[in-house]
């Protein structure tokens, strides 16, 4: 009996050995495993921030050789409005060249569009579906300081094809900054005369004013979000107006020595 039981207690000790090997192995793994995740995430990182310096810089090149009053070509899946940003807002104007040419607006949904009123889009959010509920709440962690006076006095007025800048209420914001992205385009002057006085107007559809009344007509849901998105495929600087750089004049090969 005394041997059985000895017997049975070798086995349920090489047993426990076995599995506290087992579990071991699985922590060492499961360790070698994290430490990877980790590099590969911080590379990946790296890689992004490296990428996004570069994108920046070109961004840079390009918008310093923009007129004070560039023109973009925003491409939607309905068609392209022509834009024209105002100099006299050039906090406004600036930001959305620097969001443009870094490729920010690609693939955002216009989430808020209201026929013989406006259409919005820029919210960053709206390029995952799964937070609809969200839409209208996104952009990048800043705001723009109003421009509002300064466009008054140059006579921007919610015009039919105006360009604004979205933000949140006067309660929560009482210096009426400007959303870091969102916008919106007038479909009617009247219906918007109100917004006068109130938000940043910053530029102007030269064109493609129907392709503003066709998105504004798609069917919507409850909360004004078309039921078929309708995407901005790309912004893009009208490239006829970006200046050619000179050509080096080519030095002079020096004279030998008499």
Request: hydrophobic share 40%.
């Amino acid at each position: 009996m005394k041997r059985i039981i000895l017997t049975l207690f070798c086995i349920l000790a090489v047993l426990t050995g076995c599995n506290n090997e087992a579990r071991r192995a699985r922590r060492e793994a499961a360790a070698e495993q994290a430490r990877a995740d980790s590099i590969a995430a911080v590379e990946k990182a790296q890689a992004e921030a490296k990428e996004l310096e570069k994108k920046e810089k070109e961004a840079a090149v390009t918008a310093a050789s923009l007129p004070e009053e560039p023109v973009f070509d925003m491409n939607t899946s309905l068609g392209t409005i022509r834009i024209k940003l105002y100099k006299a807002t050039p906090k406004h104007r600036d930001n959305f060249v620097k969001l443009a040419l870094a490729g920010y607006y690609d693939g955002l949904l216009f989430h808020r569009v209201i026929p013989g009123f406006i259409i919005q889009g820029g919210d960053p959010l709206t390029k995952d579906a799964s937070k609809l509920a969200e839409f209208g709440t996104g952009g990048p962690d800043y705001t723009i300081p109003a421009e509002i006076e300064q466009g008054v006095k140059a006579g921007y007025t919610h015009k039919r094809g105006a360009l604004a800048a979205a933000r949140i209420g006067d309660e929560a914001n009482p210096y009426r900054e400007s959303s870091g992205s969102q916008f919106y385009f007038v479909v009617d002057a009247d219906a918007c005369a109100p917004l006068d006085g109130g938000y940043t107007v910053f530029g102007e559809a030269v064109s493609g004013l129907d392709v503003i009344d066709k998105i504004s007509m798609v069917k919507r849901d409850n909360r004004d979000v078309p039921l078929n998105p309708v995407r901005i495929e790309s912004v893009k600087p009208d490239p006829s107006q970006l200046k050619k750089s000179e050509p080096e004049t080519p030095a002079e090969p020096e004279k030998a020595e008499e």
